[in-house]
Each structure stands twice: as C-alpha cells, then as structure tokens.
C-alpha cells in the first residue's frame, strides 16, 4: 500500500485486496478515546475466494477471544493505524502520489481514444463489465482501458483502500470528526454475526430492535393494534427530513407496484410528511381519518427543527380529533435520542431505537426505514431488502478489487472527477420504480463527499463530490438529455431490469411495453458513446448547413447496471452499491464522508430568523437595522412582512391547511 510506485507503465496486477475477513473487534464507539484500530483475523485477508457468509463472522468464542486477544488485537490495529497514517505523512495529499500523477498521465493516451472504436475492441469490452449475483454492470461504455483501471487499482492501494474498507466494516471511528464508528452495514448483518463495538455485541442490538419492529408491524397489520376508537390502522404518515426520509421514499417507490409487496400493501397507505411547508403537511394528510392513521416521527436527534414541528402539527391533528390519550396509539418514533422521544410524550415501548454509529443518509435499513415500510409490506418482504443490501455489503468487503462492482465503478465515478474533470453525473433508471433513486443518492453522495478539505482540514487540490441528478428515462429524454448528448458532458448511470414489475404487451404491437421502455435503455448509450459525424450524415442527405446542428460528437461516458428484476432484494441490492461508491471515492480522496458540517450555518441563520420574525410579527412592526440583518435581507423580509397572510399574531389559533383546501383538487402524490 506504501510502497512509491513507478509513474510509467504498471507490470501485470496482483489481486488488490480479496479473501474474507472475520470481524471480531472491540472498539469505543461513544467516547472521545481514540479508537482501537481493527483486528484482522488469522488468515483473513488471503483466504480463498470470497465467501459472501463472511461479513461478520459468528463466534461463540468471540466475546472471550475479545477479552482475551485484547492486547493481540491492540498490537495488529496499531499496525494498520501506523501504515495508513505513514501514507498520509509521506504524501500531504493522495494528489501528490505516484499512482495519482501516472493517471493524470494517462489523461492524454484516453484523450485521443474514442469511444465509438473503444468499443469494437471485444476484449476490452469483456474486461470491462462485472456480475455479481444477477447484478450485472458494463462499463465499457467509459472512458477507460483496462489500463486505466491498473492505474485507478494502484491509486486505490497508495490511499490504503482495503483497509479502510476493512476498518468501516470493523467498526472503526473513521467518522473522526464526530468520534463515531460508521457501522450502516451492521444494520443488515445476518442475525448470528457479531460484531463487538466498545464491548457490546452491535447485531445483537440490531435485531433486538429488528424484532420489535416485526412484533410491533405484525400486530398492526393483522389488526391487534386498534386505534384510540378501536379501529384498525389502515394508514401511515412518516415525519421525518433528509436521511430520515429520502431512502424510506425510495425504497416505498421501489416496491409499491412491485406484485408482491403490492399485494402485501393491500388496502393499506404509507404517505411521507417531510418538508415543513404546510402544503406538505396539508398533502400528507389529505383524506385521511386520524382514527386509523399511524404517526412514525422519524429523526436520528429529535432535534431537527422542520420535523419537529411537523410532529407537533401532526399531534395537534391526532388529538384535537381523539383526545392527548390518543398519542399512545397513533404515535410512535424512530431515533437515537430516546430522552427527548419521551419528552415529546411518546412511550418509550413505542419507540425504535437506532444509534449514533448509523448516519441519517445511511440509516435506511435501521428502524428508519423498516418500520414504517414492514408497517406497509409486512417485516417479511423488508427482510428479504436487508438480505439485498448484506449481498452487495459482503462482496464489497471480500471481493478482490478487480471482480468488486462497487469498487470499480466507485474508482470509475473518481477517475470521471477527478481526472476527466466532469462536475455531474445523471443517475437514469429505465424503471419507474426506481424514481426516487435519484433524489436519494443525491443525499448519500453529494453530502457524504460534498466536502473542501481533507481528514486532516487541509484545503484539497481537487475538487472532491459530484453533482447528481436524474429523473426515470424515458422521462428524462423529453428533458434535459439534449444537453447531454450535444451540450455538457454528463456521465451517466442508466440502470434496467430484465423483467418488468408490471408486463404490459398489447395485441398488434410489435414489442410489450417494457421492451419498448428497455430499447431506448440500450440505444441512449449507444448515442451518447458512439455520436454521429459528418460524414454520416451527408451519407443521409442532411444539408450542409445543418449538419453542424446534427452532429453528435459522441464520446460521453456512461455505465449500464442491469437487474434481473426490481424486487426488495434488489432494491436492497442498489442500496448498497451506491453506498459503497460514495465510500470509495470518500476514502480514496482521503475525505471524511460521513460528517456533514456543511449542513449547519443555514440552520443557525434559519434560527436567528425565527426569533425575529416572532418579534416583528408580534410587535406589528418591520425588521429594523438593529435586528442585524444586512440590507438586502432586510428588504426582503420586510417585502414578505408586509404581505398578506392568514396568520394571526401574537395568538394563532390552530389551522390545519388540509381544511382549506378542496378535496377534489388534492391528490398526494403517492396516489397519482
Ligand atoms: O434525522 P434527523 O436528525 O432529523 O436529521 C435529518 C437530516 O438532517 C441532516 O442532519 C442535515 O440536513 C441530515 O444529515 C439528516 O439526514
């Protein structure tokens, strides 16, 4: 990992990484201490081919070995801990690496490649696609030679990658700025795995909560559970922002057409409440009767100021209806932070606990997003998600670099930043299902990796994050792939499925609907990679003063991932690749990616604001250069205190929008 290698040309590759690792480790996941480093078990790290079994290894001797090899343990992470650190201290920055200056080499052998003859080459074409377990990714359409990717390989290993991996998956706190360990992949780990965090065994904290979610989800479901009436829930809202809400969206639009959990959804409703505009609120609770709804609050700190208002409207709704001893039956929680659940007046039987080592945007597979989502498809069906989501965890951490999907396309996204210098990328499912795919890897990646400075808070020499959007193709194509086909280079991620969630094949048609869909999957790469030049187009008669207007230079990167199908263990799957590219970029750039101190500064100014406005509005007067605000805000806010409202100062009285509005006009958007 070390070793200085050399700028021109590598020799042939070992494997990077492989084997599988047994996870037994005891590290402080709470305190301030400085974290025990892992622990890699005998022969861990070159075993034979990687057995996906292998995320945590269980071991009835493993609280004793943990005790007892403490000090083993303490010698082997020191080991790891000093060859990471050594790195970073030769290097200020991954930049100034060898392996970093061979690829900014190698720009100018890519540059005068194209992809349109990059991908007659049937060999490199073979090289550069990868399956695992029906998930099935060619990269050939990016700008890369299996060279590149012996290059990107190498830069992998400079930064130390299978260790940090490693460390992740053990429970290190790499989180370093906020002393947590980064332990997501522990909220899926099978049941009989063990992973000691600060002397607890983590999973057996996991599935304790597991299985309350599925008791509590069962007796919902088959009626047990009455509302304050004594009807039965029929309905769910899910409060919650951010984290706490884009993953459980996304995985809710995965599956709701999706025959089994559709039908295992019968008759039932799951609506999101998460902006703290009221027209959410009126949105979310358009048509439904308190009686039967259930409220899951959903907020890793119960502290986050749109939410939590949101929940008190919510409650207002809940008891002005049934009654303050209605709370118990209609509302429960998801959080970290127990004490103020129970002072928001919920019953600590009713609450969910996840837990500081699990980051919001990362916390889908924790309560987060099983409970509501077992509340709508049964725990059953959200089992088979988690099982997704450990498949892509135990490949990531066991593969060898070569044949590991995220690891790859992960150092693929990089090389498209960092090398190609593409800003963006577009994440373009041909599958309405995966709608919400977009908006929820937004969140992963652009606040994970979104960062300026390095893990020591050096400015970094390069830009680090992406821009990510999408929208489902073909959507998209009637959009915004005009400026990808001719205007600004865009990687993308198009991503299919084999089967249909919902077949479709009229009579007379010469393909069923979904290969109608999946032929444009197909042919929008081919456009993007291979372009049309003049000479093809005078073939076709295209006058000469259009054939600059026609002309598609080609050339633009893209990745094809197809599923067999869009089912809860794919979803699941998908999950955790993208997470693991976010990861790989995150600890190859040598950033941390799972703080978000950027988030902050606007809460604190969103907070400053409230207080004035609350005296503005209750004195009836306009915000007054004492209040510190510079002119232009000034303006502003006194154009928008001026204006009409419906408020009442200083005594509102409790309007719920959904009152004011025309039922017939309001469709939630999980019904259109
Ligand atoms: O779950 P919480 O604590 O309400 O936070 C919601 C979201 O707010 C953020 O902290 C920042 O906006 C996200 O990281 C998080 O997912």
Redesign the pocket.
């Known amino acids: 990992m070390l070793s200085r290698v050399s700028a021109s040309k590598p020799g042939p590759k070992k494997a990077n990484g492989g084997g599988n690792i047994n996870i037994n480790v005891n590290v402080n996941v709470n305190g301030k201490t400085s974290p025990t480093s892992p622990r890699k078990a005998a022969g861990n790290v070159t075993g034979p081919a990687a057995s996906p079994k292998n995320l945590v290894q269980s071991s009835r001797q493993g609280t004793t070995a943990c005790g007892s090899s403490r000090k083993d343990h303490s010698v082997n992470a020191l080991d790891m801990s000093e060859a990471v650190k050594s790195s970073a201290e030769k290097y200020a920055s991954i930049a100034d690496t060898p392996a970093w200056k061979a690829l900014v080499d190698h720009i100018p052998e890519i540059e005068e490649t194209h992809l349109r003859y990059l991908l007659k080459d049937e060999e490199r074409c073979l090289r550069l696609s990868l399956e695992h377990n029906g998930l099935y990714s060619d990269f050939s359409r990016q700008r890369v030679t299996p060279e590149t990717l012996e290059l990107l390989f190498d830069l992998a290993k400079e930064a130390g990658l299978k260790e940090k991996i490693e460390q992740m998956f053990q429970g290190e706190q790499i989180n370093e700025t906020e002393h947590r360990s980064v332990l997501h992949v522990a909220t899926r780990a099978e049941r009989n795995k063990e992973l000691i965090v600060n002397g607890k065994n983590v999973v057996e904290d996991v599935w304790k909560v597991l299985d309350k979610i599925k008791h509590f989800s069962d007796q919902v479901r088959n009626g047990e559970w009455l509302g304050a009436t004594g009807k039965p829930i029929r309905d769910v809202v899910a409060i919650?922002?951010?984290?706490?809400f884009l993953g459980p969206l996304f995985v809710h639009t995965a599956l709701k057409t999706e025959p089994v959990a559709s039908m295992k959804a019968s008759g039932r409703r799951l609506r999101f409440l998460a902006n703290v505009d009221p027209v959410d609120v009126a949105r979310a609770l358009h048509n439904l009767n308190q009686e039967t709804t259930m409220v899951v609050i959903?907020?890793?700190?119960?502290?986050?100021a749109e939410?939590m208002l949101n929940a008190r409207t919510v409650r207002k709704w809940i008891t002005a209806e049934l009654g303050e001893e209605a709370v118990s039956k209609h509302m429960v929680a998801v959080s970290t932070n127990v004490k103020l659940v129970s002072q928001f007046g919920i019953d600590p039987d009713n609450t969910f606990e996840f837990w500081d080592w699990v980051?919001?945007?990362y916390s889908v597979c924790s309560a987060v997003g099983m409970l509501p989502l077992s509340l709508q498809y049964g725990f059953g069906i959200m089992e088979q998600f988690l099982e997704g989501a450990r498949d892509i965890d135990n490949h990531f951490l066991n593969a060898p670099f070569e044949k590991n999907i995220p690891v790859t396309l992960g150092l693929i996204n990089l090389w498209n930043i960092s090398f190609l210098h593409y800003p963006a990328r577009a994440i373009l499912p041909y599958c309405q299902a995966l709608a919400k795919l977009a908006p929820h890897i937004q969140?992963v990646s652009m606040?994970s990796n979104g960062k300026g400075v390095d893990m020591n808070g050096k400015p970094l020499k390069f830009e680090a994050g992406q821009i990510d959007f999408g929208e489902p193709g073909t959507n998209g194509q009637h959009s915004f792939y005009q400026l990808i086909h001719q205007g600004r280079v865009i990687p993308c991620d198009f991503i299919g499925t084999i089967k249909s969630q919902q077949s479709v094949y009229l009579k007379g048609e010469i393909v069923s609907n979904h290969d109608e869909l999946m032929c444009n999957f197909f042919a929008q790469a081919d456009a993007l990679a291979t372009g049309k030049n003049a000479v093809e187009l005078r073939a076709e008669n295209v006058p000469d003063n259009l054939i600059p207007h026609k002309t598609f230079t080609g050339n633009r990167p893209s990745t094809s991932i197809l599923l067999p199908e869009l089912n809860a263990y794919t979803t699941g799957q998908i999950l955790s690749l993208y997470e693991a590219m976010v990861a790989v970029k995150g600890f190859v750039w040598g950033i941390n990616s799972f703080d978000?101190w950027g988030?902050e500064l606007g809460k604190v100014l969103a907070s400053k604001c409230r207080s004035k406005m609350n005296s503005a509005r209750t004195q009836s007067r306009l915000i007054e250069a004492s209040d510190g605000f510079n002119f232009s805000t000034t303006r502003l806010l006194n154009r928008y205190l001026k204006g009409k409202t419906f408020l009442q100062y200083p005594e509102p009285r409790d309007i719920f929008p959904c009152d004011l509005i025309d039922s017939e006009n309001c469709i939630p958007p999980d019904e259109i």
Do not use: D, L
Request: glycine fraction near 24%.
């Open positions: 919650g922002i951010g984290g706490s959903i907020s890793k700190t119960f502290t986050t939410t980051g919001g945007r969140q606040e978000q988030v």
